[in-house]
């Protein structure tokens, strides 16, 4: 036979796309159109059909809800093959759910003159989120005075009449202090409340009242709560999971039909995780047209809680402290500075690290009790235990809703992160385009819609991200601190005798923020912008971007260490200051290209020709007179329709 002729395969000879087709209530081998199988049983099969692929694989899932007792996982050997793909995707015209929950049926009514409802759901089990008709309903709370309670190492002590109903709370040991700060967001539990007196757990009380923005000492004095006990159970939309005797209460909205409604208790705490080796990465998958719901993520309600630091990164283990570090740390300390190399990481729903060639397209991430979807991400945020290594990953077309935490976290922060240790560690080539974002952060109000910490050539462009209490894309981490010579600031502060000074670049190098449209965010938080930069951006280019109605708060917010960015072409309307660095003599902020944008408020912080900035061609704009470059900017900011 001639070369010519193998060339020319007729159609008979021709490969064809494997379908596999899945249903909730699938079973058996099969996987065909007329018996179809589980998400399991699928998996199973691909794994015997997908080491020499000549086509693509899909797996293709019917409409319904498909209830997960367990994580899925896929690997390596759930990985396409010969450049072909396997496709996990919704079947023309179908919505599955793919879920962490089980539902909560036959309410009656428990407290009439209350109208406090409840269920029976069994024992065994904790959450901290509970969806009702596909919204995110309210832990129980009440919100607390500041000046009613003293703190000290163990907790508060309260004198105030109207705290002595804390004293005879049933189970005191059930609930939580929520506090919100400038920039932070913590979650401290209590151990008991006896005679004026709330004693916390350990060690999240002290990770929560020495570093920076303390539950003690906030920058910004937010609300501050006490959450998940029945007797706070006062508000319409409120919810109480009583854990010993199994009892799930609920007050409902005005209109809401007890018979009919839709609640859902997540009971997992992850869904998915997409991971192999450096060796072996998973590799070639794709899932489209699915919806990921239902998830609870558990630490905070341990006695770790959640010493949260900034944009989900917390405080874990624990650490050494001054003996007065309630009044000498409050505005850091070199024991706290211990802590920083080591700062763990919200784990999302959706992981995927150690991969290559995955992509996200149609789904729709809702109803998540944390981050939506964590990609290259540190190893103690991904179940796999294997973190970082993400290579080529897309997230194009989502919708990102109703989410206690964040949408998308993009890399690690810790050592191999910025300065990996084997270069397959590297993150690179992300893209996170045409999504829609809003309504996040519901319960970690620090978080941002899109958070890129440490990765190289990628792209966040043409996102519309609303309705968020805090930033809506951030971009680096590390205050500088891990950038070639380090940062005076943080020799001065005592953070290098815990870690090194590196001299080489980190990996957030090349990054493409464009296009997108982010207003009305920054509702709740403080200290943020529309963009959020950090520490050497290596050509980090900033460019028509649209921020808009963001509560005064500023446009763009060049952070510590934030180096070598170039803001061009953005419009900002109504907003605080429209570009502002953070810069002192010792943080080696600045180096920073400012040119051709457009904006309503002429405030702004940097000076032309100071720190090695650049500040050229700004255009001030009044009555809402946009120039026709403008107004191309705002038309074409956000998804495109296509």
């Known amino acids: 036979m001639t070369a010519t002729a193998l060339g020319q395969a007729t159609p008979a000879f021709a490969a064809q796309t494997a379908i596999l087709h899945v249903s909730p209530h699938g079973h058996g081998t099969g996987c065909s159109a007329a018996h179809p199988c589980s998400i399991e049983q699928a998996k199973a099969k691909v794994r015997t059909l997908n080491s020499s692929m000549r086509a693509d694989i899909v797996v293709q899932l019917a409409g319904g809800t498909y209830r997960l007792s367990a994580p899925l996982t896929f690997t390596r050997a759930d990985s396409g093959s010969n450049g072909h793909t396997v496709r996990w995707q919704a079947a023309p015209g179908a919505r599955p759910v793919i879920s962490g929950a089980q539902k909560a049926t036959g309410w009656t009514r428990h407290d009439p003159a209350k109208n406090i409802w409840k269920a029976k759901v069994g024992t065994g089990f904790d959450i901290r989120q509970l969806y009702v008709d596909g919204v995110q309903a309210t832990r129980a709370r009440t919100q607390l005075n500041r000046a009613d309670l003293t703190s000290d190492a163990n907790g508060y002590t309260f004198t105030s009449g109207a705290l002595k109903y804390l004293n005879s709370l049933a189970d005191p040991g059930r609930t939580e202090i929520d506090a919100l700060g400038s920039f932070t967001n913590r979650y401290s539990p209590v151990a008991d409340i006896s005679d004026g007196v709330i004693t916390m757990k350990q060690p999240a009380w002290n990770?929560?009242?020495?570093?920076?923005?303390?539950?003690?000492?906030?920058?910004?004095?937010?609300?501050?709560?006490?959450?998940?006990?029945?007797?706070?159970?006062?508000?319409?939309?409120?919810?109480?999971?009583?854990?010993?005797?199994?009892?799930?209460?609920?007050?409902?909205?005005?209109?809401?039909?007890?018979?009919?409604?839709?609640?859902?208790?997540?009971r997992l705490e992850s869904l998915l995780s997409v991971g192999g080796t450096y060796q072996a990465p998973a590799t070639h998958i794709t899932f489209s047209g699915l919806q990921f719901s239902h998830t609870s993520?558990?630490?905070?309600?341990?006695?770790?809680?959640?010493?949260?630091?900034?944009?989900?990164?917390?405080?874990?283990?624990?650490?050494?402290?001054?003996?007065?570090?309630?009044?000498?740390?409050?505005?850091?300390?070199?024991?706290f500075e211990a802590t920083r190399p080591h700062w763990h990481q919200m784990p999302a729903a959706v992981q995927v690290s150690a991969a290559s060639h995955i992509s996200f397209t149609g789904n729709r991430f809702t109803q998540l009790g944390q981050v939506a979807l964590g990609i290259g991400n540190d190893a103690n945020a991904h179940a796999t235990g294997v973190g970082l290594g993400a290579d080529t990953v897309s997230v194009t077309g989502n919708v990102f809703t109703q989410g206690a935490g964040g949408g998308v976290v993009v890399g690690g922060l810790q050592a191999d992160a910025h300065h990996p240790s084997d270069p397959r560690m590297t993150n690179r080539?992300?893209?996170?385009?045409?999504?829609?974002?809003?309504?996040?952060?519901?319960?970690?109000?620090?978080?941002?819609?899109?958070?890129?910490?440490?990765?190289?050539?990628?792209?966040?462009?043409?996102?519309?991200?609303?309705?968020?209490?805090?930033?809506?894309?951030?971009i680096g981490y590390g205050w500088g601190t891990n950038d070639p010579g380090g940062s005076q600031d943080y020799v001065n502060r005592g953070l290098y005798d815990f870690q090194p000074v590196y001299s080489t670049p980190t990996t957030l190098k090349n990054l493409k923020v464009t296009g997108n449209y982010l207003h009305d965010v920054m509702r709740t938080m403080d200290d943020g912008a529309c963009i959020y930069t950090l520490?050497?951006?290596?050509?980090?280019?900033?460019?028509?971007?649209?921020?808009?109605?963001?509560?005064?708060?500023?446009?763009?917010?060049?952070?510590?260490?934030?180096?070598?960015?170039?803001?061009?072409?953005?419009?900002?309307?109504?907003?605080?200051?429209?570009?502002?660095?953070?810069?002192?003599?010792?943080?080696?902020?600045?180096?920073?290209?400012?040119?051709?944008?457009?904006?309503?408020?002429?405030?702004?912080?940097?000076?032309?020709?100071?720190?090695?900035?650049?500040?050229?061609?700004?255009?001030?704009?009044?009555?809402?007179?946009?120039?026709?470059?403008?107004?191309?900017?705002?038309?074409?900011?956000?998804?495109?329709?296509?």
């Not at 939309?237 to 209460?249: A, D, H, I, Q, V």
């Not at 952060?441 to 209490?469: C, F, G, K, Q, W």
């Not at 309307?573 to 309503?600: F, I, M, P």
């Not at 002429?602 to 700004?618: A, E, F, K, Y």
Request: with cysteine; proline share 4%; charged share 15%.
């Open 207 to 266: 990770n929560n009242t020495f570093g920076y923005d303390t539950i003690g000492n906030p920058f910004r004095q937010g609300p501050l709560y006490i959450e998940n006990a029945y007797e706070f159970l006062d508000t319409a939309g409120e919810w109480y999971l009583n854990t010993r005797t199994g009892t799930l209460f609920y007050k409902p909205l005005p209109g809401q039909n007890m018979s009919t409604v839709d609640v859902e208790m997540p």
């Open 429 to 474: 080539n992300i893209t996170i385009s045409n999504n829609v974002m809003h309504d996040l952060a519901l319960d970690y109000r620090d978080m941002t819609a899109v958070l890129v910490t440490y990765a190289t050539d990628s792209t966040v462009s043409h996102n519309e991200i609303y309705d968020m209490p805090y930033t809506g894309i951030a």
């Open 297 to 335: 993520w558990l630490q905070p309600s341990t006695g770790q809680g959640y010493a949260n630091q900034q944009t989900g990164a917390f405080v874990y283990g624990d650490w050494q402290r001054p003996s007065d570090a309630l009044g000498s740390c409050q505005y850091g300390c070199k024991l």
């Open 535 to 642: 520490s050497d951006g290596q050509g980090t280019r900033i460019d028509r971007n649209y921020c808009a109605d963001n509560s005064g708060h500023y446009g763009i917010y060049h952070d510590e260490g934030s180096r070598d960015y170039t803001d061009i072409n953005n419009v900002f309307r109504d907003t605080g200051d429209w570009d502002h660095e953070n810069s002192n003599s010792t943080n080696n902020t600045g180096a920073l290209t400012v040119t051709d944008n457009w904006t309503s408020n002429p405030s702004i912080s940097l000076t032309d020709g100071q720190r090695g900035n650049t500040v050229t061609g700004t255009v001030v704009v009044s009555d809402g007179n946009w120039p026709s470059g403008a107004k191309r900017v705002m038309e074409n900011a956000g998804v495109h329709p296509e």
